[in-house]
């Protein structure tokens, strides 16, 4: 599987090279690279050959696009050594920008040459970047071998310049502002960047997720670090809205969004809080958006907070890496950065800024592998009769005792709590740990497992938890003392509290050692929490209709930077076992990012790219098969003609989208299929999509599409009529087109 699936972690080594001509006289560069390497690392001695020649061909990746001859002066692998949380010592991997900063507290600046993008040239010598590596190896901060230095000032991405400029102009004209961002963007670091730099006199953090308050004041410490006018506030911190009023300075309070809904204030049972909703607030920022807000007392609250029909000039700032359920709440001013922006701005660096330190080096690259369980475990009683996916929730049903709901009586060598279909259960733990040098299963030799050492699995319940559990302690595999079978889903139908779950999986991964780890979970610790050691998630749970906001969450928890044992995560890994499941939520996540914020780029071009920085790889038994646009939709397409077959031509589980969109139909064939086929009846409404407006010429549809992004005020009356039209067309046609499809009969087989 290493080179099935690439490695998930690597040491960074630290170069040095200079170019010699006039322009660079007297200027040495020092960068960082990652070297694929199984060899110790007292065996990777400075300037060995191995550096040597991973240094060479990431300085020639770069230097050759600039027609310069750069010349390696000095290799050396990047680890220290540091003390862990617990005190105990453990290796680090260190960066180029820690050189740097070494040399900056030494009063040795950085050099911009003119004409260049390259921002990151030092007027030193060999020898003193020598020291400067030993001084980081040491822990110290200059050259002077003092612990003590100046304070850095936060750098923000130009990214997050970007989001924090496009708001501050926002407000000039507007009083709501949306960040569709996602994790690791620096939310809470740049939306109090727009506090300080607004000057906001009063502002408020509502959030669904109280126990992110230390993160909140974490980081208003960093942005405030040289503002003594501003003070931080909320129950944790003593201070109450009042007693902020009193002290006379700028403050930045935090609430609960729980705490807030149980006021009397907005129908709750508690007369609390009533100067958080008497105040009226300067700047109001909703983190996590989409959660709890959409309610009718979530929403309440906001109004309350906000307080829109006084006509106080109240700046709103919602944040949400998953915003797709309050998109329609926002027209142009929406700041989106998802995970293709980042890895494209990662993997450009380079070219924009010739060789300086990389800031989004240390987010891995996703990468997603499907497994199809149906066609392995091919059985009816797995099929879901809505949308005719694998039904996971059936797969790992357990026994209740109560005949009613176990439909049959339970056999005397069952128990309650034990899984139903206990036979098929174990056939795909042993499927998936069986070793064949030809498998293509995640756990199916020991280098495999110890690419996925610390993994999350995803199942459908807290019982099903319990039971999976029970029975991979009894595994040859899994129970062979290894592994550490980690349940956070609770113990029975009790929930654990999510930070007693996450100190549970800390602890085994702390005490695993040279063994692994595996986590089981029903939603605990997939949002608001962070496991670095995570390297993959195993999607055992959902459906079809599964939410692609609860998808994105889950999957997006693994690719969280991590820097362990001297290696620096590069990789991360999604395995699904449900195929279409994982093509629908990526497309869906390609057209939920296209209204976030991508207007001028077609779907499939942004899915393309999107393919190209997570790669999505079909596994069917030992041939792998990467999906392109063209074949992911074809598909797609499929499973939508398969679906809307099996259930009849008005079932209403049917897709939407340009992805999908009907090029050439025959409408004479497809009278004659559905006749042949029969009609049903429609299965209830459900939260899908109808599948596109059919009919229309490529034109047509990017001319309605066109209109669609534009906000009320800038459509023009002529565009109005358009519309009208264009809906008269959707009505004569609904009949004609439900389904993006090129018949069973012809290319479907």
Known sequence: ???????????????????????????????????????AIDKLQPNCKALNEAARKRIKQYTNTVGVSPELLHSELAVRIIKDRNGMPALEAFRDYHVHKVLENSNIKKKKLNNSTSREWFEVDLQTV???????????????????????????????EEAIEKTIKQFKKGNRMLWNAKMRFGKTLCALEVVRKSKFKKTIIITHRPVVDDGWYSDFGKVFINESNYIYGSKNSGYTVDQLLKQEKNFVYFASLQDLRGSDAVGGKFGKNSEIFSLDWDFVIVDEAHEGTTTAIGNDVIKKVVKEEND???????????????????????????????????????????????????????????YDLGKIIDDAKYVELEDKAFNFREFFRVWTGDISIDRRPMPDSSLVGEFYHEKDIRSFLDLITNEDHDSQYPYSNEEYRNLFKHSLWMVPGVKEAKALSKMMRKHPVFGSGAFNIVNVAG???????????????????????????????????TTGVTVPEWTAVFMLSGSFSTSAANYLQTIFRVQSPCNINGKIKQSCYVFDFAPDRTLKMVAEAVALSTKAGKANATDKKIMGEFLNYCPVISVDGTVMKEYDTNKLLQQLKRAYAERAV????????????????????????????????????????????????????????????????????????????KIKEINEQRKQKAMQYRFCVEFPFECLC
């Open 491 to 525: 113990d029975g139908d009790e929930e654990e509290k999510t930070e007693d779950a996450l100190k549970k999986v800390r602890d085994a991964i702390k005490s695993a050692g040279d063994g692994y780890t595996i986590t089981l979970s029903c939603g605990k610790l």
């Open 646 to 721: 099996k259930n009849g031509f008005d079932d209403t589980n049917l897709y939407n989208d340009e992805l999908l969109k009907l090029e050439d139909v025959d409408i004479e064939k497809f009278n004659n299929l559905k006749g042949i086929i029969g009609k049903s009846k429609a299965t209830p409404k459900t939260n899908e999509i109808e599948l596109n407006h059919q009919g229309f010429t490529d034109e047509e549809y990017e001319e309605v599409e066109r209109i669609k992004k534009k906000t009320k005020k800038e459509i023009t009356p002529e565009e109005q009529e």
């Open 1 to 39: 599987m290493g080179e099935m699936f690439g490695p998930t972690f690597e040491y960074k080594l630290i170069y040095i090279f200079e170019i010699k001509d006039e322009k660079h006289r007297g200027l040495l560069k020092i960068g960082d690279t990652t070297i694929q390497t199984d060899e």
């Open 312 to 370: 106080y000039d109240t700046k709103f700032l919602a944040l949400s890496g998953t915003p797709f359920n309050i998109l329609n709440d926002y027209d142009d001013n929406i700041y989106t950065w998802d995970y293709v922006m980042e890895q494209r701005n990662k993997k450009e660096w380079d070219i924009n800024y010739f060789g300086d330190s990389n800031p989004y080096d240390e987010l891995p690259e996703l990468k997603i592998y499907t």
């Open 130 to 160: 020598l020291k400067a590596i030993e001084a980081v190896k040491k822990n110290v901060n200059n050259l002077s071998n003092s612990a003590t230095s100046k304070i850095i000032p936060i750098v923000f991405r130009p990214e997050q």
